[in-house]
């Protein structure tokens, strides 16, 4: 994709845009919602220190399609609701990721679209060559052919069941990272090309949006496949899924709020604090995060850091904060307490 000199002058502003300053001067606003990624630790929703922080808006917390449908038109939504009604009962909100992906040998989609034959064997193997030696290969996971028309109506169909029992109740869901490899054309399953995945997220991202009116919906959009990070030419497909977004009225953000890695900052974190106004966004802070140096000062990043970095830079709506020890019950729970504090006054 050719683009004009205008246009990449615009994309390396963008990316001015994102890059953080050392010091991330000011005081915290109070503008993010701040939810706490349990992830599949459902029971975790009842903890007294999560359920008595008043700066803790809710939970996000992860389902599987294949746990919320076991079998073919079988929709399994009793944990669902049961985690929305304890949530209710102390004035929290829970945001529901629905994971079509995995990044292990769990295949998390359901029974059914592997063995009927219509369906292509409904998930591929995530293969990337590597880096340092092409020849060999990595294996990062499952993901569901999202590519495919006739596994993408199947997905969608699960939306608009979970959105008729939950849609207003919950505060949102979001949709799993885009981010898949398949970068090398050696490893593209069948029917996948660059154009037709972005085709198939967009189109999820519109059934997503048809199903709940409502709640918000939030694409994990942090990584296309096909897109080269570090040319002038900036990320094509995945402004694609950001200028759909716009238009529909999704959500956007991702994973891993890391403002020093410059992977993410040629791609998610520019487009995420250019978005148009009226556009939500929300990101999480997960595994690893808290781990990141920043490399001016050589000083790990702090929850303030990345607190601060969120809501001024990029103007999150949402904050999904991960319970990786000691920083969760150390840094986390402690800083959202006094957070709630200094709104108070």
Known sequence: MQLSTREIAGVLIL????????????????????????????ERI?????????AIAGAQLRYSWKELEPSRDRYALE???????????????????????????????PDYLRVES???????????????????????????????ARVR?????????????LDGRIEGINLAETAIGFEDSRFHPRGFTFESYETGVKEIMTGARKAFPRSQVIQYANFMPGDSALTPEGPAHLRGIYAHAQAIG????????????????????????ARASGVIAGMAVQDGNLD???????ARV????LHRYAAERLRLDYIFWGTQEPYYSEAVVPFLGTLFQQIER
Request: aromatic share 10%.
């Open 302 to 305: 702090s929850v303030q850091d």
């Open 118 to 148: 219509e369906f292509g064997g409904g998930a591929e193997r995530k293969l990337e060559s590597n880096d340092r030696d092409p020849s060999k290969v990595r294996f990062d996971g499952w993901v569901a052919r999202r590519w495919d």
């Open 46 to 54: 009842a903890e007294p220190a999560f359920l008595k922080n008043k």
């Open 79 to 109: 944990n669902v609701r049961k985690d929305a009604a304890l949530l209710e009962k102390h004035g929290k909100r829970l945001f529901i990721q629905i994971q079509d992906a995995s990044f292990s040998e769990i295949v998390p989609i």
């Open 153 to 165: 109506d199947r997905f969608i169909k699960l939306m608009n069941a979970i959105g008729k029992a």
């Open 292 to 298: 990141d140096l920043n490399p001016s000062t050589g």
């Open 15 to 42: 990316m001015a845009v994102a890059t953080p300053s050392v010091g991330f001067e000011g005081q915290p606003p109070s503008r993010p919602k701040n939810f706490i990624y349990f992830g599949r630790d459902r």
């Open 250 to 273: 999704v959500g956007v953000g991702g994973p891993d709020i890391l403002p020093f890695r410059k992977w993410q900052q040629s791609n998610s974190l520019p487009l995420i604090a």
